[in-house]
Protein backbone atom coordinates (compact mmCIF):
# COMPACT_ATOMS: atom_id res chain seq x y z
CA UNK A 1 0.00 0.00 0.00
CA UNK A 2 1.34 3.54 -0.76
CA UNK A 3 1.16 5.41 1.99
CA UNK A 4 1.12 8.68 0.06
CA UNK A 5 -2.08 7.92 -1.15
CA UNK A 6 -4.20 7.91 2.42
CA UNK A 7 -5.59 10.92 3.23
CA UNK A 8 -3.80 13.66 5.57
CA UNK A 9 -5.77 14.64 8.18
CA UNK A 10 -5.00 17.45 10.60
CA UNK A 11 -4.72 16.83 14.20
CA UNK A 12 -5.54 19.84 16.06
CA UNK A 13 -4.73 19.77 19.70
CA UNK A 14 -6.25 17.19 21.15
CA UNK A 15 -7.46 17.06 25.21
CA UNK A 16 -6.82 13.77 25.85
CA UNK A 17 -5.42 12.20 28.63
CA UNK A 18 -4.00 9.01 29.58
CA UNK A 19 -6.80 7.13 30.65
CA UNK A 20 -6.85 3.79 28.17
CA UNK A 21 -10.57 4.38 27.21
CA UNK A 22 -9.90 8.12 25.98
CA UNK A 23 -7.11 6.76 24.38
CA UNK A 24 -9.33 4.52 22.62
CA UNK A 25 -12.14 7.08 22.19
CA UNK A 26 -9.51 9.49 20.42
CA UNK A 27 -8.13 6.59 18.58
CA UNK A 28 -11.56 5.69 17.59
CA UNK A 29 -12.57 9.41 16.53
CA UNK A 30 -9.03 9.65 14.12
CA UNK A 31 -10.40 6.27 12.62
CA UNK A 32 -14.15 7.12 11.90
CA UNK A 33 -13.01 10.46 10.01
CA UNK A 34 -10.16 8.92 7.81
CA UNK A 35 -13.23 6.38 6.90
CA UNK A 36 -15.03 9.61 6.30
CA UNK A 37 -12.87 10.43 3.63
CA UNK A 38 -11.81 6.78 2.47
CA UNK A 39 -14.14 3.87 2.97
CA UNK A 40 -17.20 4.14 -0.25
CA UNK A 41 -18.96 1.78 3.09
CA UNK A 42 -18.52 3.95 5.74
CA UNK A 43 -19.14 6.68 4.13
CA UNK A 44 -22.69 5.38 2.91
CA UNK A 45 -23.32 4.95 6.62
CA UNK A 46 -22.56 8.79 6.95
CA UNK A 47 -24.81 9.54 4.47
CA UNK A 48 -28.09 11.60 5.32
CA UNK A 49 -27.18 11.17 8.97
CA UNK A 50 -26.92 14.18 11.49
CA UNK A 51 -26.84 12.93 14.95
CA UNK A 52 -24.11 13.29 18.42
CA UNK A 53 -23.27 10.14 19.78
CA UNK A 54 -21.49 10.25 23.29
CA UNK A 55 -19.42 7.44 24.93
CA UNK A 56 -18.63 8.17 28.60
CA UNK A 57 -17.33 6.26 31.84
CA UNK A 58 -18.92 6.61 35.32
CA UNK A 59 -15.66 7.65 36.46
CA UNK A 60 -15.21 11.02 34.31
CA UNK A 61 -14.21 10.01 30.81
CA UNK A 62 -16.46 11.21 28.22
CA UNK A 63 -16.68 11.67 24.80
CA UNK A 64 -18.59 12.91 21.79
CA UNK A 65 -18.64 12.15 18.11
CA UNK A 66 -20.89 14.74 15.84
CA UNK A 67 -21.99 12.93 12.85
CA UNK A 68 -22.98 15.55 10.34
CA UNK A 69 -23.15 16.48 6.53
CA UNK A 70 -21.03 13.13 6.03
CA UNK A 71 -18.60 14.07 8.21
CA UNK A 72 -17.49 12.97 11.84
CA UNK A 73 -15.84 15.61 14.84
CA UNK A 74 -15.09 14.82 17.97
CA UNK A 75 -15.21 16.43 21.41
CA UNK A 76 -13.74 15.53 24.70
CA UNK A 77 -16.77 16.13 27.68
CA UNK A 78 -19.99 15.80 27.50
CA UNK A 79 -22.59 17.42 24.83
CA UNK A 80 -24.97 19.58 25.67
CA UNK A 81 -27.52 17.24 23.29
CA UNK A 82 -25.97 14.07 22.96
CA UNK A 83 -28.69 12.07 20.66
CA UNK A 84 -27.21 8.61 21.81
CA UNK A 85 -25.30 8.01 25.17
CA UNK A 86 -23.22 5.03 25.83
CA UNK A 87 -22.29 4.82 29.54
CA UNK A 88 -19.74 2.32 31.20
CA UNK A 89 -18.81 1.60 34.69
CA UNK A 90 -15.45 2.44 34.25
CA UNK A 91 -12.54 2.96 31.96
CA UNK A 92 -11.28 -0.58 32.22
CA UNK A 93 -14.76 -2.18 31.91
CA UNK A 94 -15.15 -0.06 28.74
CA UNK A 95 -12.29 -1.03 27.27
CA UNK A 96 -12.14 -4.16 27.18
CA UNK A 97 -15.95 -4.56 25.99
CA UNK A 98 -15.26 -2.38 23.24
CA UNK A 99 -11.82 -4.08 22.17
CA UNK A 100 -13.57 -7.43 22.34
CA UNK A 101 -16.55 -6.64 20.19
CA UNK A 102 -18.74 -9.54 21.02
CA UNK A 103 -22.27 -8.58 21.27
CA UNK A 104 -22.77 -11.63 24.30
CA UNK A 105 -20.20 -9.24 26.62
CA UNK A 106 -22.24 -6.06 25.77
CA UNK A 107 -25.70 -8.05 26.26
CA UNK A 108 -24.38 -9.16 29.71
CA UNK A 109 -22.91 -5.54 30.53
CA UNK A 110 -26.29 -3.95 30.39
CA UNK A 111 -28.47 -6.76 31.80
CA UNK A 112 -25.53 -6.24 34.97
CA UNK A 113 -26.29 -2.32 34.80
CA UNK A 114 -22.44 -2.01 33.97
CA UNK A 115 -23.43 -0.40 30.33
CA UNK A 116 -26.07 1.98 30.56
CA UNK A 117 -27.77 3.92 27.30
CA UNK A 118 -30.04 6.56 26.88
CA UNK A 119 -31.31 7.98 23.78
CA UNK A 120 -32.06 6.80 20.58
CA UNK A 121 -31.49 2.89 20.66
CA UNK A 122 -31.50 3.03 16.68
CA UNK A 123 -27.92 4.78 16.95
CA UNK A 124 -26.69 1.97 18.88
CA UNK A 125 -27.54 -0.61 15.64
CA UNK A 126 -25.41 2.21 13.75
CA UNK A 127 -22.57 2.34 15.85
CA UNK A 128 -22.28 -1.42 15.73
CA UNK A 129 -22.07 -1.18 12.00
CA UNK A 130 -19.49 1.30 12.07
CA UNK A 131 -17.42 -1.08 13.94
CA UNK A 132 -17.65 -3.35 11.85
CA UNK A 133 -15.35 -0.83 9.64
CA UNK A 134 -13.18 0.57 12.11
CA UNK A 135 -10.50 -2.53 12.68
CA UNK A 136 -7.99 -1.93 9.81
CA UNK A 137 -7.42 -4.73 7.51
CA UNK A 138 -4.24 -6.26 8.26
CA UNK A 139 -2.34 -7.62 5.07
CA UNK A 140 -1.54 -11.59 5.58
CA UNK A 141 1.98 -11.47 5.55
CA UNK A 142 1.83 -9.01 8.81
CA UNK A 143 -0.66 -10.97 10.65
CA UNK A 144 1.46 -14.03 10.22
CA UNK A 145 4.46 -11.93 11.93
CA UNK A 146 2.58 -10.85 14.53
CA UNK A 147 1.19 -14.38 15.53
CA UNK A 148 5.23 -15.26 15.48
CA UNK A 149 5.99 -12.15 17.78
CA UNK A 150 2.96 -13.23 20.21
CA UNK A 151 4.42 -16.91 19.97
CA UNK A 152 7.88 -15.49 21.02
CA UNK A 153 6.82 -13.45 23.53
CA UNK A 154 4.68 -16.19 25.04
CA UNK A 155 7.79 -18.58 25.01
CA UNK A 156 9.50 -16.01 26.91
CA UNK A 157 6.82 -15.59 29.57
CA UNK A 158 7.25 -19.16 30.07
CA UNK A 159 10.83 -19.30 30.24
CA UNK A 160 10.79 -16.83 33.05
CA UNK A 161 8.59 -19.03 34.63
CA UNK A 162 10.04 -22.34 34.69
Sequence with gaps: MNLSSLPVIKLPLINVSTDPFDLLLVALGLRMQQLSKTSPKFIELLHGRNFTLQLESKNGISR???????????????????????????????????????????????????????????????????????APNIPKPVLKKIKQAQRFIMDKKEALKG
Design 64 to 134: HFIIQDEHVKMASGTAAKPDFTLRFEDSMFAVQTLLKGDPTVFMTGMQSGKIQMEGDFSLLMWFNQAAKLI
